[in-house]
Protein backbone atom coordinates (compact mmCIF):
# COMPACT_ATOMS: atom_id res chain seq x y z
CA UNK A 1 0.00 0.00 0.00
CA UNK A 2 2.96 2.38 0.57
CA UNK A 3 4.57 2.28 -3.13
CA UNK A 4 2.59 5.79 -4.07
CA UNK A 5 3.82 7.36 -0.46
CA UNK A 6 7.28 6.03 -1.71
CA UNK A 7 7.13 7.77 -4.80
CA UNK A 8 6.05 10.83 -3.57
CA UNK A 9 8.28 10.91 -0.84
CA UNK A 10 11.30 10.52 -3.02
CA UNK A 11 10.08 13.13 -5.39
CA UNK A 12 9.30 16.13 -2.50
CA UNK A 13 12.97 15.10 -1.36
CA UNK A 14 14.36 16.39 -4.82
CA UNK A 15 12.14 19.04 -4.36
CA UNK A 16 13.23 20.24 -1.32
CA UNK A 17 17.25 19.41 -1.71
CA UNK A 18 16.73 21.68 -5.05
CA UNK A 19 15.11 24.03 -3.49
CA UNK A 20 17.42 24.69 -0.27
CA UNK A 21 20.24 24.58 -3.25
CA UNK A 22 18.45 27.67 -4.76
CA UNK A 23 18.62 29.33 -1.68
CA UNK A 24 14.91 29.00 -1.72
CA UNK A 25 12.55 28.26 1.08
CA UNK A 26 10.67 25.08 0.61
CA UNK A 27 7.18 26.19 -1.27
CA UNK A 28 4.07 25.97 1.44
CA UNK A 29 3.12 22.66 2.35
CA UNK A 30 -0.57 21.83 0.94
CA UNK A 31 -3.02 19.32 2.46
CA UNK A 32 -3.70 16.65 -0.12
CA UNK A 33 -6.35 14.89 1.44
CA UNK A 34 -10.03 15.58 0.03
CA UNK A 35 -11.94 17.18 3.09
CA UNK A 36 -12.96 20.30 3.91
CA UNK A 37 -12.23 21.93 6.97
CA UNK A 38 -14.45 23.63 9.12
CA UNK A 39 -14.05 24.90 13.02
CA UNK A 40 -17.51 24.01 15.23
CA UNK A 41 -18.08 25.80 18.70
CA UNK A 42 -18.72 23.32 21.25
CA UNK A 43 -18.84 25.61 24.37
CA UNK A 44 -18.41 29.10 24.74
CA UNK A 45 -14.87 30.21 23.38
CA UNK A 46 -13.46 26.69 22.53
CA UNK A 47 -13.79 25.11 18.91
CA UNK A 48 -13.37 21.78 17.44
CA UNK A 49 -11.76 21.27 13.35
CA UNK A 50 -14.08 18.80 11.89
CA UNK A 51 -13.12 17.26 8.82
CA UNK A 52 -15.46 16.51 6.38
CA UNK A 53 -14.42 13.72 3.26
CA UNK A 54 -17.98 13.44 1.65
CA UNK A 55 -19.57 10.21 0.58
CA UNK A 56 -22.91 9.27 0.79
CA UNK A 57 -25.32 7.72 3.75
CA UNK A 58 -24.86 7.29 7.09
CA UNK A 59 -22.81 9.82 8.54
CA UNK A 60 -19.72 7.86 10.18
CA UNK A 61 -17.34 9.82 12.54
CA UNK A 62 -13.63 9.11 13.18
CA UNK A 63 -12.19 9.96 16.44
CA UNK A 64 -8.46 9.68 17.24
CA UNK A 65 -6.49 9.57 20.34
CA UNK A 66 -3.40 11.54 20.80
CA UNK A 67 -3.40 12.49 17.65
CA UNK A 68 -5.49 14.86 15.22
CA UNK A 69 -8.25 13.77 12.55
CA UNK A 70 -5.64 14.22 9.86
CA UNK A 71 -3.96 10.50 11.04
CA UNK A 72 -7.38 9.44 9.17
CA UNK A 73 -6.72 11.25 5.56
CA UNK A 74 -5.78 7.82 3.57
CA UNK A 75 -8.07 5.55 4.95
CA UNK A 76 -11.25 8.12 5.34
CA UNK A 77 -11.65 8.60 1.50
CA UNK A 78 -11.88 5.23 0.95
CA UNK A 79 -14.27 5.03 4.24
CA UNK A 80 -16.55 7.38 1.91
CA UNK A 81 -17.40 4.71 -0.05
CA UNK A 82 -19.58 2.94 2.83
CA UNK A 83 -21.09 6.27 4.52
CA UNK A 84 -20.33 9.93 4.45
CA UNK A 85 -17.46 10.34 6.72
CA UNK A 86 -15.96 12.99 8.83
CA UNK A 87 -13.20 13.57 11.82
CA UNK A 88 -12.93 15.79 14.68
CA UNK A 89 -10.06 16.67 16.02
CA UNK A 90 -10.09 16.58 19.91
CA UNK A 91 -9.73 19.94 22.07
CA UNK A 92 -6.54 20.68 23.11
CA UNK A 93 -4.67 19.22 19.19
CA UNK A 94 -3.97 20.76 16.11
CA UNK A 95 -5.87 23.09 15.08
CA UNK A 96 -8.92 23.15 17.66
CA UNK A 97 -9.15 25.42 20.66
CA UNK A 98 -6.81 24.77 23.28
CA UNK A 99 -8.17 25.67 26.96
CA UNK A 100 -7.08 24.98 30.22
CA UNK A 101 -9.49 22.81 31.31
CA UNK A 102 -12.35 20.29 29.47
CA UNK A 103 -10.31 16.98 29.03
CA UNK A 104 -12.32 14.59 31.19
CA UNK A 105 -13.68 11.61 29.33
CA UNK A 106 -17.51 13.04 30.00
CA UNK A 107 -16.56 16.55 28.50
CA UNK A 108 -14.92 14.60 25.31
CA UNK A 109 -18.01 12.98 24.89
CA UNK A 110 -20.40 16.06 25.06
CA UNK A 111 -17.55 17.66 22.75
CA UNK A 112 -18.41 15.09 19.89
CA UNK A 113 -22.47 15.45 20.95
CA UNK A 114 -21.74 19.26 20.25
CA UNK A 115 -20.32 18.97 16.88
CA UNK A 116 -23.08 16.15 15.94
CA UNK A 117 -26.17 18.54 17.20
CA UNK A 118 -24.19 21.67 15.25
CA UNK A 119 -23.80 19.66 11.64
CA UNK A 120 -26.84 17.62 12.28
CA UNK A 121 -25.90 14.14 11.95
CA UNK A 122 -28.23 11.16 13.22
CA UNK A 123 -27.39 8.21 14.21
CA UNK A 124 -24.19 8.03 12.98
CA UNK A 125 -21.48 5.16 13.40
CA UNK A 126 -18.28 6.03 15.63
CA UNK A 127 -14.67 4.89 14.96
CA UNK A 128 -12.28 5.36 17.11
CA UNK A 129 -8.54 4.71 17.83
CA UNK A 130 -6.79 4.94 20.82
CA UNK A 131 -8.07 7.16 23.15
CA UNK A 132 -10.33 7.74 20.68
CA UNK A 133 -11.82 4.46 22.55
CA UNK A 134 -12.78 6.10 25.50
CA UNK A 135 -15.05 8.46 23.48
CA UNK A 136 -17.23 5.50 21.90
CA UNK A 137 -17.28 3.81 25.69
CA UNK A 138 -18.55 6.99 27.47
CA UNK A 139 -21.44 7.70 24.68
CA UNK A 140 -22.23 4.35 24.31
CA UNK A 141 -22.82 3.61 27.59
CA UNK A 142 -24.62 6.93 28.30
CA UNK A 143 -25.97 8.61 24.75
CA UNK A 144 -27.18 5.04 23.06
CA UNK A 145 -30.40 7.20 21.42
CA UNK A 146 -27.70 9.83 19.64
CA UNK A 147 -25.52 6.51 17.91
CA UNK A 148 -26.35 4.07 15.80
CA UNK A 149 -22.99 1.74 16.82
CA UNK A 150 -19.50 1.79 17.46
CA UNK A 151 -16.30 1.09 15.83
CA UNK A 152 -13.16 0.27 18.03
CA UNK A 153 -9.91 0.52 15.98
CA UNK A 154 -8.22 -1.20 18.04
CA UNK A 155 -9.14 0.63 21.26
CA UNK A 156 -11.56 -1.53 23.35
CA UNK A 157 -9.28 -2.05 26.60
CA UNK A 158 -9.68 -0.80 29.95
CA UNK A 159 -6.95 1.62 31.13
CA UNK A 160 -7.16 1.21 34.28
CA UNK A 161 -5.88 -2.46 34.77
CA UNK A 162 -2.70 -2.89 36.29
CA UNK A 163 0.07 -5.29 34.81
CA UNK A 164 -0.89 -8.02 37.59
CA UNK A 165 -4.39 -8.01 36.23
CA UNK A 166 -3.17 -9.60 32.65
CA UNK A 167 -1.72 -12.58 34.58
CA UNK A 168 1.99 -12.36 33.34
CA UNK A 169 4.83 -11.41 35.06
CA UNK A 170 6.89 -8.62 33.25
CA UNK A 171 9.80 -9.22 31.46
CA UNK A 172 13.01 -7.79 30.98
CA UNK A 173 12.84 -5.82 27.99
CA UNK A 174 16.82 -5.06 27.92
CA UNK A 175 17.89 -9.56 27.44
CA UNK A 176 15.44 -8.71 23.84
CA UNK A 177 17.56 -8.43 20.94
CA UNK A 178 19.25 -4.74 19.97
CA UNK A 179 17.32 -4.42 17.38
CA UNK A 180 13.68 -4.78 19.01
CA UNK A 181 15.16 -2.41 22.30
CA UNK A 182 17.22 0.02 20.03
CA UNK A 183 15.51 1.13 16.81
CA UNK A 184 17.58 3.53 14.13
CA UNK A 185 17.34 7.36 15.55
CA UNK A 186 14.33 9.01 13.26
CA UNK A 187 15.46 10.91 10.50
CA UNK A 188 13.99 14.45 11.28
CA UNK A 189 16.04 16.12 7.73
CA UNK A 190 11.76 16.34 6.62
CA UNK A 191 8.43 15.43 7.12
CA UNK A 192 8.96 12.86 3.81
CA UNK A 193 12.41 11.43 5.46
CA UNK A 194 10.68 10.99 8.91
CA UNK A 195 8.36 9.08 7.04
CA UNK A 196 10.20 7.10 5.64
CA UNK A 197 11.78 6.22 8.76
CA UNK A 198 8.21 5.19 10.00
CA UNK A 199 7.70 2.88 7.22
CA UNK A 200 11.35 1.22 7.64
CA UNK A 201 10.79 1.00 11.90
CA UNK A 202 7.32 0.65 12.12
CA UNK A 203 5.76 -0.55 8.71
CA UNK A 204 3.26 2.38 8.46
CA UNK A 205 3.56 5.88 8.52
CA UNK A 206 1.45 8.74 9.34
CA UNK A 207 0.11 11.23 6.60
CA UNK A 208 2.22 13.73 6.00
CA UNK A 209 -0.35 16.34 7.44
CA UNK A 210 -0.75 14.93 10.50
CA UNK A 211 2.77 14.85 11.32
CA UNK A 212 2.66 18.58 10.32
CA UNK A 213 0.20 18.86 13.19
CA UNK A 214 2.44 16.95 15.35
CA UNK A 215 5.51 18.85 14.62
CA UNK A 216 6.59 22.43 13.74
CA UNK A 217 8.23 23.07 10.22
CA UNK A 218 12.01 24.72 10.97
CA UNK A 219 12.63 27.25 7.68
CA UNK A 220 15.33 25.03 5.78
CA UNK A 221 12.75 21.78 5.26
CA UNK A 222 13.53 20.00 8.62
CA UNK A 223 11.54 18.75 11.58
CA UNK A 224 11.75 20.67 14.67
CA UNK A 225 9.75 20.75 18.17
CA UNK A 226 6.61 18.10 19.01
CA UNK A 227 3.63 20.70 19.02
CA UNK A 228 0.95 18.99 21.51
CA UNK A 229 1.10 20.50 24.90
CA UNK A 230 2.43 18.41 27.72
CA UNK A 231 -0.30 19.89 29.87
CA UNK A 232 -2.64 18.84 27.51
CA UNK A 233 -1.71 15.52 27.06
CA UNK A 234 -0.67 14.97 30.94
CA UNK A 235 -4.95 16.22 31.52
CA UNK A 236 -5.97 13.73 28.86
CA UNK A 237 -4.05 10.81 30.43
CA UNK A 238 -5.26 11.89 34.11
CA UNK A 239 -9.03 11.30 32.54
CA UNK A 240 -9.10 8.10 31.86
CA UNK A 241 -11.97 5.78 33.26
CA UNK A 242 -13.13 2.25 32.95
CA UNK A 243 -15.03 1.23 30.40
CA UNK A 244 -18.57 0.36 31.46
CA UNK A 245 -19.29 -2.29 28.56
CA UNK A 246 -22.03 -3.81 30.32
CA UNK A 247 -24.30 -0.49 29.61
CA UNK A 248 -23.60 -0.72 25.78
CA UNK A 249 -26.87 -1.78 24.44
CA UNK A 250 -26.03 -0.54 20.70
CA UNK A 251 -24.18 -2.98 17.82
CA UNK A 252 -20.04 -3.20 18.40
CA UNK A 253 -17.44 -4.18 15.76
CA UNK A 254 -14.18 -4.21 17.56
CA UNK A 255 -10.61 -4.60 16.02
CA UNK A 256 -7.85 -6.08 17.78
CA UNK A 257 -4.21 -5.71 16.90
CA UNK A 258 -2.58 -9.29 17.53
CA UNK A 259 0.66 -10.11 18.21
CA UNK A 260 3.01 -11.00 14.58
CA UNK A 261 3.43 -15.14 14.80
CA UNK A 262 6.25 -15.84 17.18
CA UNK A 263 7.75 -17.91 14.56
CA UNK A 264 8.01 -14.57 12.30
CA UNK A 265 9.27 -12.40 15.31
CA UNK A 266 12.27 -14.75 15.20
CA UNK A 267 12.96 -14.50 11.45
CA UNK A 268 12.77 -10.57 11.95
CA UNK A 269 14.89 -10.28 15.29
CA UNK A 270 17.28 -13.62 15.27
CA UNK A 271 18.14 -14.25 18.98
CA UNK A 272 21.71 -14.50 18.82
CA UNK A 273 21.36 -16.97 22.29
CA UNK A 274 18.96 -18.53 24.57
CA UNK A 275 18.64 -15.80 27.12
CA UNK A 276 17.61 -13.59 23.91
CA UNK A 277 14.84 -16.09 22.94
CA UNK A 278 13.44 -16.17 26.42
CA UNK A 279 13.56 -13.09 26.58
CA UNK A 280 11.26 -12.89 23.13
CA UNK A 281 8.81 -15.68 24.03
CA UNK A 282 7.95 -13.95 27.14
CA UNK A 283 7.29 -10.76 25.44
CA UNK A 284 5.11 -12.70 22.95
CA UNK A 285 3.55 -14.30 25.98
CA UNK A 286 3.04 -10.95 27.02
CA UNK A 287 1.17 -8.98 24.26
CA UNK A 288 -1.02 -12.19 23.95
CA UNK A 289 -2.53 -11.95 27.26
CA UNK A 290 -3.25 -8.18 27.17
CA UNK A 291 -5.12 -8.84 23.78
CA UNK A 292 -6.76 -11.50 25.15
CA UNK A 293 -8.35 -9.54 28.69
CA UNK A 294 -9.01 -6.82 26.27
CA UNK A 295 -11.15 -8.81 24.19
CA UNK A 296 -12.48 -11.46 27.17
CA UNK A 297 -13.64 -7.92 28.88
CA UNK A 298 -15.56 -6.42 25.95
CA UNK A 299 -17.02 -9.60 25.11
CA UNK A 300 -18.42 -9.67 28.98
CA UNK A 301 -19.86 -6.56 29.16
CA UNK A 302 -21.10 -6.83 25.04
CA UNK A 303 -21.49 -10.62 24.54
CA UNK A 304 -23.13 -9.48 20.76
CA UNK A 305 -19.89 -7.93 19.65
CA UNK A 306 -18.05 -8.60 16.47
CA UNK A 307 -14.82 -9.52 17.19
CA UNK A 308 -11.95 -9.31 14.42
CA UNK A 309 -8.70 -10.14 15.46
CA UNK A 310 -5.85 -8.86 13.23
CA UNK A 311 -2.46 -10.52 12.83
CA UNK A 312 0.55 -9.14 11.66
CA UNK A 313 -0.99 -5.52 12.05
CA UNK A 314 0.83 -2.33 13.89
CA UNK A 315 -1.03 -0.70 16.63
CA UNK A 316 -2.00 2.00 14.10
CA UNK A 317 -4.65 -0.23 12.18
CA UNK A 318 -6.22 1.58 9.99
CA UNK A 319 -2.86 2.52 8.63
CA UNK A 320 -1.74 -1.48 8.33
CA UNK A 321 -5.42 -2.86 7.36
CA UNK A 322 -6.66 -0.65 5.79
CA UNK A 323 -8.56 -3.09 3.15
CA UNK A 324 -9.36 -5.54 6.21
CA UNK A 325 -11.32 -2.68 8.30
CA UNK A 326 -13.17 -1.39 4.96
CA UNK A 327 -14.02 -4.79 4.11
CA UNK A 328 -15.79 -5.54 7.66
CA UNK A 329 -17.23 -1.68 8.27
CA UNK A 330 -19.19 -2.36 5.21
CA UNK A 331 -21.60 -4.98 6.19
CA UNK A 332 -21.48 -3.40 9.80
CA UNK A 333 -22.61 -0.17 8.52
CA UNK A 334 -24.94 -1.95 6.36
CA UNK A 335 -26.91 -3.74 8.82
CA UNK A 336 -27.53 -0.92 11.10
CA UNK A 337 -31.08 0.57 11.82
Not at 11 to 25: D, F, H, P, V
Not at 58 to 76: E, K, N, Q, S, V
Not at 181 to 197: G, H, I, Q, T
Request: proline fraction near 9%; charge should be neutral; hydrophobic fraction near 40%.
Amino acid sequence: MFTHHRLHRRISSIALTAAIACGQEPLPFRDPSPHRVQLVAVEDGVQLEVLDWGGTGRPIILLAGYLTAHAYDDFAPKLSQIGHVYGITRRGLGASSRPDSGYTAQRSAEDVLQVLTALKLTSPVLAGHSFGGQDLSTLGANYPNRIAGLVYLNSAEDPTLKFSDYGVEPGDGGKLPAAMRSPPAPDLRSFPAYRAWQVQTHGVAFPEPELRHLYAANPDGTMGRYLPPKNVRDAMAASLVKPDYARIRIPVLAFFAAPRPFEEEMQRFPPRNAEERAAMEHKFKVDLAIKNRHILDLKTGVPAARVIELPQSNFYIFLSNEADLLREMRPFVVALK
